[in-house]
């Protein structure tokens, strides 16, 4: 499969950015589908997950400030994120997990915050 992420860029601090992940294939085959990001010298982090049957888990640090969705007919995965932080300055990977146990990612998108 193939992950194709847009919508990073740089945004001023309290804005907001939409993240997708559009996938080659049917996003059905997917058991969870997450956002996970990265700082230089950091691990990369879970941000957010969301399952096929709509259950999602966030990270702290973005409760309350981040919203992950998917269109299944859209083969698209979303990362809504509201009022950011210079600290949310990261490159931000989408993951597609398959029922199968296997792992896909998609290639990085930087998002860059401003003070």
């Known amino acids: 499969v193939q992950l194709q992420v847009f919508g990073g860029g740089l945004v001023q601090a309290g804005g907001s950015l939409r993240l997708s992940c559009g996938s080659s294939l049917s996003i059905l085959r997917f058991s969870t589908m997450g956002w996970y990001r990265q700082t230089p010298g950091k691990e990369r982090e879970l941000v957010a997950t969301?399952?096929?049957?709509?259950?999602?888990n966030y990270a702290d640090s973005v409760k309350g400030r981040v919203t992950i969705s998917r269109d299944n007919g859209k083969k698209t995965m979303y990362l809504q994120m509201n009022t950011l932080q210079p600290e949310d300055t990261a490159v931000y990977y989408c993951?597609?997990?398959?029922?199968?146990?296997?792992?896909?990612w998609g290639q990085g998108t930087k998002v860059t915050v401003s003070s």
């Open positions: 993951n597609a997990v398959y029922f199968g146990g296997s792992t896909s």
């Open positions: 969301i399952t096929s049957d709509g259950r999602t």
